[in-house]
């Protein structure tokens, strides 16, 4: 198995600017995680899906950041418009649920200027 | 307030060096405890998963112990590549959400 999948791997942009991180979870997971890991806050969840469906989205900082989950084997992450405090390292992680650990993707890098 | 905090921050050894890196918590309920490896620029890597005050889990130098308010992860005469932050998860009874502490940097020098 290919592991958890995200792209890309660095993303620089300028603030203001539309920003999608995208994951491939490990198929046959049903449950599919995104995270945000910085120096201050070290890892916070912000959303997760079980069955394509979101659940838990409190983490979520503001209305500038969407997720979806179209189908089992994709998600992304959009940042509208992206300010330089969103920069950061955002993991997507997948399980089968239960309990089962979580397996992260090696994460998208975010540079906002 | 659900809450995990680790300690020390950062932890340097000597080669063979033996050492624990600690993991406390305070939640509402405990549904299970995760230890994780994350080397630089990677994801975090699943090592370990505790349920309940007592167990322990190990592997090669590792060995993780759970009490009810507290994990250690033991390591014994580790090496160079034992180096790498140790990350410490709570996961919720209620819920199943997993909250994470801040890390354990841990530097392993020959």
């Known amino acids: 198995d290919a592991g958890v999948i995200q792209s890309p791997r660095h993303e620089v942009t300028e603030m203001g600017q539309e920003v999608t991180l995208r994951c491939k979870p490990i198929s046959g997971h049903d449950y599919l995680f995104w995270y945000r890991q910085t120096m201050m806050r070290g890892l916070e969840l912000l959303i997760y899906?079980?069955?394509?469906?979101?659940?838990?989205d409190s983490g979520m900082p503001e209305d500038r950041f969407s997720a979806k989950m179209p189908n089992a084997s994709f998600s992304t992450l959009k940042i509208q418009p992206s300010e330089p405090r969103d920069s950061a390292v955002y993991f997507c992680?997948?399980?089968?649920?239960?309990?089962?650990?979580?397996?992260f993707g090696n994460g998208t890098r975010l540079t906002v200027t | 307030e659900d809450q995990v905090t680790q300690s020390p921050e950062a932890l340097r050894l000597q080669e063979g060096e033996s050492s624990s890196l600690n993991c406390s918590y305070t939640v509402s309920g405990l549904r299970g405890l995760f230890w994780y490896r994350q080397d630089p620029g990677k994801g975090p890597e699943f090592l370990f998963t505790?349920?309940?005050a007592g167990e322990e889990k190990e592997k090669e130098r590792l060995k993780a112990t759970l009490t009810k308010k507290e994990s250690f992860l033991h390591i014994t005469a580790p090496k160079p590549e034992d180096s790498a932050t140790y990350l410490c998860?709570?996961?919720?009874?209620?819920?199943?959400?997993?909250?994470f502490g801040q890390g354990t940097e841990l530097s392993v020098k020959p």
């Open positions: 992680a997948s399980t089968a649920g239960g309990f089962s650990p979580l397996h």
């Open positions: 998860a709570v996961q919720l009874k209620e819920g199943g959400k997993l909250i």
């Open positions: 505790l349920y309940s």
């Open positions: 899906f079980n069955n394509n469906v979101p659940i838990d």
